[in-house]
């Protein structure tokens, strides 16, 4: 089994920066893809950010330039490093990791006042 948890959620201005982590424990040979997910109050959950094991990344439109994804594999680990926060980034915050099947964290709640 594969464990999965999220943490760096938190209330920050609009504006303001918030860094997200994401850990796997357990069962791992190798993690594959990591991804983060956000969903809003009503809304579907919608893919944030992906980095491959190569390091390739890919963004939603609605952060590029803003949100930086990040990985570091020695420590099964996946970052978020979120910028210039605006108040519809609030949401819940999943991390999606990859090994032989998709393990989901639990999430960890942002919340962006203006």
């Known amino acids: 089994q594969v464990q999965v948890v999220e943490s760096g959620g938190g209330l920050v201005q609009a504006g303001g920066s918030l860094r997200l982590s994401c850990s796997a424990s357990?069962?791992?040979?190798?993690?594959?893809?990591m991804e983060w997910y956000r969903q809003a109050p009503g809304k579907q959950r919608e893919l944030v950010a992906t980095?491959?094991?190569?390091?390739?990344?890919n963004y939603a439109d609605s952060v590029k330039g803003r949100f930086t994804i990040s990985r570091d594999n020695a420590k099964n680990t996946v970052y978020l490093q979120m910028n210039s926060l605006k108040p519809e980034d609030t949401a819940v915050y999943y991390c999606r990791v990859t090994v032989r099947r998709d393990y989901w964290g639990q999430g960890t709640q942002v919340t962006v006042s203006s």
């Open positions: 357990g069962r791992i040979f190798r993690i594959n893809t």
């Open positions: 980095i491959t094991t190569g390091s390739y990344t």
